[in-house]
């Protein structure tokens, strides 16, 4: 999603903490994902973090939900926008990364999708 208007784009985003008592007694708050893609029942979910943010509780337990179905990857991305620095597929080790990397990984993650080996042409 490319947003050719930033002001509109801020204008229209929904603060959801009105839901914040519809959880009954618990800490519970509405998480925000950055990106979401589907491919053939294949689900990425990307989510963006600040230099040296960490991924808050509930969204790691979020994460260790959605991965527990192989249909789903999680991918966290660390960095200022369109600066990526770190970058991790949920499940294992965060890795440096820029631009370059993160299209590898999404390629990868759709050839995955397609039910392609690394390196078939995209369909």
């Given at each position: ?43 990425l979910f990307i989510e963006a ?14 994460f260790d939900h959605l991965i ?38 999404v390629s990868d993650w759709f ?13």
């Amino acid at each position: 999603m490319t947003i050719h208007n930033q002001a509109a784009y801020i204008a229209n985003l929904w603060d959801w903490g009105f839901l914040d008592g519809c959880f009954g007694h618990t800490r519970i708050k509405i998480t925000d994902l950055d990106g979401l893609v589907e491919r053939n029942g294949h689900f990425l979910f990307i989510e963006a973090k600040s230099s040296g943010k960490e991924v808050p509780l509930g969204q790691r337990i979020l994460f260790d939900h959605l991965i527990e179905n192989e249909a789903n990857t999680v991918l966290v991305i660390w960095g200022e926008p369109n600066k990526p620095m770190y970058a991790q597929i949920w499940g294992s080790d965060p890795c440096s990364a820029d631009v370059d990397t993160l299209q590898r990984i999404v390629s990868d993650w759709f050839r995955m999708a397609n039910g392609q080996p690394l390196g078939a042409q995209d369909a």
